[in-house]
Antibody, heavy 121, light 107 residues
Framework: EAQVVESGGGLAMPGGFLRLSCAAS????????MNWVRQAPGKGLEWVGL??????????EYASAVEGRFIISRDDSKNTLYLDMYLLGIEDTGVYYC????????????WGQGTMVAVSS | DIQMTQSPSFLSASVGDRVTITCRAS??????LSWYQKKPGTAPKLLLY???ALESGVPSRFSASGSGTDFTLTIDNLQPEDFATYYC?????????FGQGTKLETK
């Protein structure tokens, strides 16, 4: 069964950096549309960004709230997606989910369990 | 960016009730609309996609309809496990925005 597992969450200082990882199994991230979605405490779901597969030019798109601070990348040899988060602010606190966007459904049908990011001084 | 507006934000209902949640897109998104269920401490779960297609394994009491800008999610014969927060999301164009959520609570 295809699944993804996030890791790398933790406590960061405002202005700091964290790298989240999303390890995939039973499918190749290089062929998948991979998303990051987050949920701040007490708030709703927020789409963070997307990396398209190699066949679509590895195109990356970001939400305006993170563009210029967050970077999505992929290591095909490790079958892992990454989210590098720079210049973290308190507003970046929340649970971060890695998902696959099924392009037949145009919806995220595989979700990880999430990893918690807390930005605080 | 496409704005997704859900209503109501909160909904009180009882087991056995039928409830409807609406989602409105600020632009025509054709049928690129999906619905998710979110419970505290767990990952969101895809319920329906392409506006009305039921995800495998999801009970048939969940149904949805709509196209263009107006969409609805209906839950028939509410079960105790259905009390959760529901989100719509457009898959038409990035950023793939979510609605603000509808929290379904027990009356």
């Amino acid at each position: 069964e295809a699944q993804v597992v996030e890791s790398g969450g933790g406590l960061a200082m405002p202005g700091g950096f964290l790298r989240l990882s999303c390890a995939a199994s039973e499918f190749l991230v290089e062929t998948a549309w991979m998303n990051w979605v987050r949920q701040a405490p007490g708030k709703g779901l927020e789409w963070v960004g997307l990396m398209k597969p190699r066949a679509h030019g590895d195109t990356i798109e970001y939400a305006s709230a993170v563009e210029g601070r967050f970077i999505i990348s992929r290591d095909d040899s490790k079958n892992t997606l990454y989210l590098d988060m720079y210049l973290l602010g308190i507003e970046d606190t929340g649970v971060y989910y890695c998902t696959t966007m099924n392009r037949l459904k145009f919806a995220s049908d595989i979700w990880g369990q999430g990893t918690m990011v807390a930005v605080s001084s | 960016d496409i704005q997704m507006t859900q209503s109501p934000s909160f909904l009180s209902a009882s087991v056995g009730d039928r409830v409807t949640i609406t989602c409105r897109a600020s632009l025509n998104i054709r049928a690129f609309l999906s619905w998710y269920q979110k419970k505290p401490g767990t990952a969101p779960k895809l319920l329906l996609y392409s506006a009305s297609a039921l995800e495998s394994g999801v009970p048939s009491r969940f149904s949805a309809s709509g196209s263009g800008t107006d969409f609805t999610l209906t839950i028939d014969n509410l079960q105790p496990e259905d009390f959760a927060t529901y989100y719509c999301q457009q898959g038409f164009i990035a950023p793939y925005t979510f609605g603000q959520g509808t929290k379904l609570e027990t009356k």
